[in-house]
């Protein structure tokens, strides 16, 4: 298992920019895949991106293509989400994930991740 922190929320206008955080603990963070997810108010959660082992394969949700790019540095075990062009619907609790195993396209929303973040809140104002 590993620990997982998010950071980097915070209020924003819409068409603004803001950059997520995700730390790790322990020494087998290149070991994992990586995810992030989000939770809207009043809606279920949903998948947002996923990254591999050495950050060569990214999948993201149709909502978010051409705004969003989700990268790691294993140097760091740091995974990060940066958000650009900001609408009023990217409001979320933004969770990252974690699975030692591997997926791609629709399997990486659809699969059980093994590990969890606390969330950190977006909030993308008109």
């Known amino acids: 298992q590993v620990q997982l922190v998010e950071s980097g929320g915070g209020l924003v206008q819409a068409g603004g920019s803001l950059r997520l955080s995700c730390a790790a603990s322990?020494?087998?963070?290149?070991?994992?895949?990586m995810a992030w997810f989000r939770q809207p108010p009043g809606k279920e959660r949903e998948f947002v991106a996923a990254?591999?082992?050495?950050?060569?394969?990214?999948y993201y949700v149709d909502s978010v293509k051409g705004r969003f790019t989700i990268s790691r540095d294993n140097a760091k075990n740091t995974v990060f989400l940066q958000m650009s062009s900001l609408k009023p619907e990217d409001t979320a609790i933004y969770y990252c994930?974690?699975?030692?195993?591997?997926?791609?396209?629709?399997?990486?929303?659809?699969?059980?991740?093994?590990?969890w973040g606390q969330g950190t809140q977006v909030t993308v104002s008109s």
């Open positions: 994930a974690a699975d030692r195993d591997y997926c791609s396209g629709d399997g990486c929303s659809e699969r059980a991740w093994d590990d």
């Open positions: 990254i591999s082992w050495g950050g060569g394969s990214k």
């Open positions: 322990g020494r087998t963070f290149s070991t994992y895949y």
